[in-house]
């Protein structure tokens, strides 16, 4: 029977590499159904994972044969090769994945017979991915953080989306952020001066300080929207600002306390 195949943002299920125990007519018939949905999707392989079922099968495409494979186990792997792939559950959105270039892999039949096979190049490759689901696992999950970022960014923008390599070395909101600085700066300086100067120049030191905190405020405020701004048209690397903003806007509010707090001790 022809079974839908699961696709994003659909969830997975948690339940995953159940090993095949019996041998029954069950298994016979999830078999059967893989075969069905790969031949009505033209696909070159399945896992019983991608049609909602928590046994360790797959079938392959091997020679235009169509080979089960229970409770498949990569025994042994050997050399390096980048592949791009691409699945059902992600809509075909690709991705450039590192998997092993050869790889040997211990199978079971439905009459319960072990086999052996040496699988590589695209054969390797379509084993080691299928492999992937019954553990759990998507070519999503053999991406590092930032190439997650990317494909997360294809997944949401579609598969024609081109990522930007590099972010941007300057940002205007870092500018504002300078500027917002050198004016906490200097009002610490102008607290330094009460100490050296004349009382007369109190009133005068106040209304500055006033004014230089308040502008620091406006600074913050202006410098937190032109980032959700500025972030927004750099969404390659968006991911990796974000925690910065938000940083950056918790130490100026700690240096403003702070900078409050002792005005209110030097000029009550």
């Known amino acids: ?33 893989l075969k069905d949905t790969i031949v009505h999707n033209g696909l070159d392989g399945l896992s019983a994972y991608q049609i909602g079922n928590a046994f360790n099968v797959i079938v392959i495409k091997k020679d235009d044969e169509l080979i089960e494979m229970i409770n498949p186990n990569i025994y042994s792997s050997s050399g ?112 330094l001066l009460v100490f050296f100067l004349d009382d007369k120049n109190d009133l005068i030191l106040q209304s500055v300080q006033k004014y230089s905190m308040l502008t620091i405020v406006l600074l913050s405020i202006i410098y937190f929207f032109y980032s959700i701004y500025e972030n927004s048209q750099n969404k390659s690397c968006s991911s990796c600002q974000v925690g910065n903003v938000f940083g950056n806007i918790i130490i100026v509010i700690i240096k403003l306390i702070v900078l409050f707090a002792l005005n209110y001790f030097i000029f009550k």
Do not use: W
């Open 80 to 191: 390096k090769i980048k592949s791009e792939e691409k699945t059902q559950y992600f809509n075909d959105v690709s991705a450039v994945i590192t998997r092993h270039e050869e790889i040997k892999v211990l199978y079971e039949d439905i009459n319960k017979k072990t086999h052996y096979l040496t699988a590589k190049d695209n054969l390797g490759i379509l084993i080691q991915r299928k492999v992937d689901y019954t553990l759990g696992g998507t070519i999503r999950y053999r991406l590092n953080e930032k190439e997650q970022d990317a494909f997360d960014l294809k997944l949401e923008y579609g598969s024609s989306y081109v990522e930007n390599d590099s972010c941007p070395t300057t940002f205007v909101k870092d500018k504002i952020l300078n500027f917002a600085e050198y004016l906490i700066a200097f009002s610490f300086i102008i607290l």
């Open 1 to 33: 029977m022809i079974k839908e195949i699961i696709k994003y943002s659909n969830k997975l299920s948690k339940e995953f590499d159940a090993q095949v125990k019996f041998f029954d007519d069950s298994i016979k018939e999830l078999i059967q159904d």
